[in-house]
C-alpha cells in the first residue's frame, strides 16, 4: 500500500498544492485544518509520515508534536514541521519538541518530496524501498506503475527497469556499457546502441505533454536522471 501523509494545515491553498503534488508522487494523502483535529486523525488511520505547521488554530503545531509523541501508537510516526520562522531558535525548537526535520516556507514542491523519502529511508526503510521519487516523477516498485505529473507513464518492462535504475541513482552518469550490465545484465550480449534505442523510447514515454526531459545527454559519457536539460 502506498505511504500515508498526514498535512496539518489551515491554509486550503498550501493543503490543496501540498496533496497534487504529494499524490502525484505517489502517497495518499489524509488532511486536518487544525491542532484538535489533527490528534483525532492520527488516530483514526496512523499515518506513515506527517507535515505539520507550526502556527495552527486552537493548539500549535509544538504542542501538536508533543502530544503525537506523547501517544504509543504515533510516537515513531515522522514529522516534518512547514514553518514560516525561520530563525535558528525557531528551528531548534521545532527539533527539541520532537519533529524529524524543519522546512521553511515558501518552499520547492521537490525538495519537500526529497526530504520525505529521506526522512521515511531513515525511519520506514520498507515503505521508502518500494517508492522511487525524482522531481514530479514517482515509480511504484510494488504496483509496477509510474505517474508523472500525477499522470500515468506506460512503459514496456526495458524501459521501467532503465527509468528503475537511473531513479535509483539520479544524478550519476552511466555509460552504454554500465546500463547494459545493470539493466540487460552481464550474461546477455546486446549492442550498445541499443541503450539509445529505450532512451529514445522513455524519453517519450515521459516527455508527453511538453514536459521537460529529465534525461540528461551527457555527451561521449552516457545519460543520467537529472534536472531539466538537453
Not at 497534487?20 to 486536518?32: D, H, I, M, Q, S
Not at 503545531?61 to 516534518?80: F, H
Not at 526495458?158 to 531513479?167: C, N, Q, V, Y
Amino acid at each position: 500500500m502506498r505511504p500515508l501523509v498526514l498535512i496539518i494545515e489551515d491554509q486550503e491553498a498550501l493543503v490543496t498544492m501540498l496533496r497534487y503534488n504529494l499524490e502525484g508522487a505517489g502517497f495518499r494523502v489524509n488532511t486536518a485544518g487544525d491542532g484538535e483535529e489533527a490528534l483525532v486523525v492520527a488516530a483514526e488511520e496512523v499515518p506513515d509520515l506527517i507535515l505539520l505547521d507550526w502556527m495552527l488554530p486552537l493548539m500549535s503545531g509544538i504542542e501538536v508534536c508533543r502530544q503525537l509523541r506523547s501517544k504509543p501508537d504515533t510516537k515513531r510516526v515522522p514529522i516534518i514541521m512547514l514553518t514560516a520562522r525561520g530563525e535558528e531558535t525557531d528551528k531548534l525548537r521545532g527539533l527539541d519538541s520532537g519533529c524529524d526535520d524543519y522546512m521553511t516556507k515558501p518552499f520547492s514542491p521537490a525538495e519537500l518530496i526529497a526530504r520525505i523519502n529521506a526522512v521515511l529511508r531513515r525511519s520506514k526503510p520498507e515503505l521508502s524501498s518500494e517508492m522511487l521519487a525524482f522531481e514530479d516523477l514517482a515509480m511504484d516498485l510494488a504496483a509496477h506503475r509510474v505517474k508523472r505529473n500525477g499522470h500515468d507513464v506506460h512503459l514496456g518492462p526495458t524501459e521501467f527497469r532503465l527509468l528503475r535504475h537511473l531513479m535509483q541513482n539520479p544524478g550519476r552518469v552511466f555509460t552504454r556499457e554500465q546500463l547494459l550490465d545493470s539493466v540487460w545484465g552481464r550474461d546477455v550480449y546486446v549492442e550498445p546502441r541499443t541503450v539509445d534505442v529505450h532512451i529514445r523510447r522513455l524519453r517519450k514515454a515521459l516527455n508527453q505533454n511538453g514536459s521537460d526531459d529529465l534525461i540528461r545527454t551527457v555527451r561521449s559519457a552516457g545519460y543520467s536522471l537529472d534536472r531539466a536539460g538537453p
